[in-house]
């Protein structure tokens, strides 16, 4: 799998190495380029383009941008609504038991409502859907940060094909030990990892086929 931007002479190369960094050391540069690749995951035309055997991949649906990974939960908006439609397909393989609990459910604001002296009623019935919605069932997260990761690598690979993880400044919020645990959960999961960083980060990994580093200087030159 291969990521170009137009602009750029450097053909950024995932079968090579799983993690590749973007250094722009120009800030003013640095944010057109990643809000130009944000506005591409969000659909708009940009200046990226991905693909796989020569065929074109949509960012959109195939990539994923994590940009804060102390709550992660705004950019897995979309990972929380595929596992809902997950688990009403389930459900359909369980029709008896799924309507045995939604007619309890029904049954029990019924009674709730008989309770009380005031013009109160129930409209419609319930469905899978509005279970599902009041469990707001979503990835799990917790205080570690690589396993975080690693529950989203997992489902995020799994119902919804994504096939690039992007970050955004994540070496400086990782210890050395941390960053050692990333890199090897990337390599497990065989995923595919795209860092922009706005300065040069310090890493063992940089450029020892695991972790290639690309820097464009202050002067926009290809490094």
Same mark, same amino acid.
């Given at each position: $799998?291969?990521?170009? %931007?137009?602009?750029?002479?450097?053909?950024?190369?995932?079968? =090579?190495?799983?993690? =590749?960094?973007?250094?722009?050391? %120009?800030?003013?540069?640095?944010?057109? *380029?990643?809000?130009?690749?944000?506005?591409?995951?969000?659909?708009?035309?940009?200046?990226?383009?991905?693909?796989?055997?020569?065929?074109?991949?949509?960012?959109?649906?195939?990539?994923?941008?994590?940009?804060?990974?102390?709550?992660? =939960?705004?950019?897995?908006?979309?990972?929380?609504?595929?596992?809902?439609?997950?688990?009403?397909?389930?459900?359909?393989?369980?029709?008896? #038991?799924?309507?045995?609990?939604?007619?309890?459910?029904?049954?029990?604001?019924?009674?709730?409502?008989?309770?009380i002296d005031l013009p109160i009623v129930r409209s419609g019935t319930i469905d899978i859907d509005d279970i599902l919605k009041?469990?707001?069932?979503? *990835?799990?997260?917790?205080?570690?940060?690589?396993? =975080?990761?690693?529950?989203?690598? %997992?489902?995020?690979? #799994?119902?919804?094909?994504?096939?690039?993880?992007?970050?955004?400044?994540?070496?400086?919020? $990782?210890?050395?030990?941390?960053?050692?645990?990333?890199?090897?959960?990337?390599?497990?999961?065989?995923?595919?990892?795209?860092?922009?960083?706005?300065? *040069?980060?310090?890493?063992?990994?940089?450029?020892?086929?695991?972790?290639?580093?690309?820097?464009?200087?202050?002067?926009?030159?290809?490094?």
């Amino acid at each position: $799998m291969i990521l170009v %931007n137009s602009d750029w002479s450097r053909i950024i190369d995932f079968d =090579n190495f799983k993690v =590749n960094t973007i250094v722009v050391e %120009n800030i003013e540069y640095f944010r057109r *380029v990643v809000s130009n690749f944000i506005g591409q995951i969000d659909g708009a035309e940009g200046k990226f383009s991905l693909s796989h055997e020569n065929i074109g991949l949509d960012l959109s649906k195939k990539a994923l941008l994590i940009s804060d990974i102390f709550d992660v =939960n705004p950019s897995l908006k979309k990972a929380n609504g595929k596992i809902n439609k997950y688990i009403k397909t389930l459900s359909i393989d369980s029709f008896e #038991a799924t309507r045995n609990i939604t007619s309890d459910l029904e049954k029990y604001i019924d009674e709730l409502l008989t309770d009380i002296d005031l013009p109160i009623v129930r409209s419609g019935t319930i469905d899978i859907d509005d279970i599902l919605k009041i469990s707001n069932i979503h *990835v799990e997260q917790g205080e570690d940060i690589i396993e =975080n990761l690693v529950n989203i690598f %997992n489902v995020c690979t #799994a119902l919804l094909d994504i096939r690039l993880f992007v970050f955004i400044n994540i070496h400086k919020l $990782m210890t050395s030990y941390e960053w050692d645990c990333f890199i090897k959960t990337v390599i497990l999961k065989d995923a595919n990892v795209l860092i922009f960083e706005s300065e *040069v980060p310090r890493d063992f990994y940089i450029d020892n086929g695991i972790e290639k580093i690309y820097i464009i200087d202050e002067e926009l030159c290809e490094i």
